[in-house]
């Protein structure tokens, strides 16, 4: 039965001249020594080997089930392309310090800070100024409001049916006070 974490909390960390930053503790426990980075929306994401064999590759099996479509159409292309071309297994090293490729901090315009944020299942790594472009461009109450409420009847179904995260332990990684 796989664990997925769940992550909270935004922690502010240097970054190295060797593009490196220090993973806080309270992630680093739950990420395990070994994980994932990937190219997100505007960001990076790091994600636990758990969740890509949990949700994505379940995703990649139903798509691969219409072998044409997942060849062809545009949307799955891209989806799979930006998910997996640039996704890179990474460790910390023996003081916690997690590499960023250079291509990695190219795309999300990462230079000398990271802002580290839990987003749930997965943990995403900002630039802070795309980070607060990004804040003020989507998290109004009202937007907020909007999407709670749209995403209302998918997790009541989702609930329902207890199928998309069946047999997973979710446990949590955040401010511990």
Same mark, same amino acid.
């Given at each position: 039965? /796989?664990?997925?974490?769940?992550?909270?909390?935004?922690?502010?960390h240097?970054?190295? @001249?060797?593009?490196?930053?220090?993973?806080?503790?309270v992630?680093?426990?739950?990420?395990?020594?070994?994980?994932?980075?990937?190219k997100?929306?505007?960001?990076?994401?790091?994600?636990?080997?758990?969740?890509l064999?949990?949700v994505?590759? @379940?995703?990649?099996?139903?798509?691969?089930?219409? @072998?044409?479509?997942?060849?062809?159409?545009?949307?799955?292309?891209?989806?799979?392309?930006?998910?997996?071309?640039?996704?890179?297994?990474?460790?910390?090293?023996?003081?916690y310090?997690? @590499?960023?490729?250079?291509?990695?901090?190219?795309?999300?315009?990462?230079?000398?800070?990271?802002?580290?944020?839990?987003?749930?299942?997965?943990?995403?790594?900002?630039? /802070?100024?795309?980070?607060?472009?990004?804040?003020?461009?989507?998290?109004?109450?009202?937007?907020?409001?909007?999407?709670?409420?749209?995403?209302? /009847?998918l997790?009541?179904?989702l609930?329902?049916?207890?199928?998309?995260?069946s047999?997973?332990?979710?446990?949590?990684?955040?401010?511990?006070?």
């Open positions: 039965m /796989p664990d997925l974490h769940l992550f909270y909390g935004t922690y502010t240097s970054v190295d @001249p060797a593009g490196r930053f220090v993973m806080p503790k992630f680093r426990d739950k990420l395990g020594y070994t994980f994932l980075i990937t997100g929306l505007n960001c990076l994401w790091c994600l636990t080997g758990d969740f064999e949990t994505i590759a @379940p995703a990649m099996r139903k798509l691969s089930q219409n @072998p044409i479509r997942g060849l062809f159409d545009p949307d799955v292309i891209r989806w799979t392309r930006h998910l997996f071309s640039d996704m890179l297994e990474t460790r910390t090293d023996n003081q310090r997690v @590499p960023l490729s250079q291509e990695h901090r190219r795309y999300a315009r990462i230079s000398d800070t990271v802002v580290i944020c839990g987003r749930g299942l997965i943990i995403e790594l900002w630039s /802070p100024e795309v980070l607060e472009e990004h804040k003020k461009a989507v998290e109004e109450d009202k937007d907020i409001i909007a999407s709670a409420e749209a995403l209302g /009847p997790l009541s179904r609930l329902d049916e207890q199928t998309d995260i047999g997973a332990h979710l446990s949590h990684a955040g401010p511990q006070e």
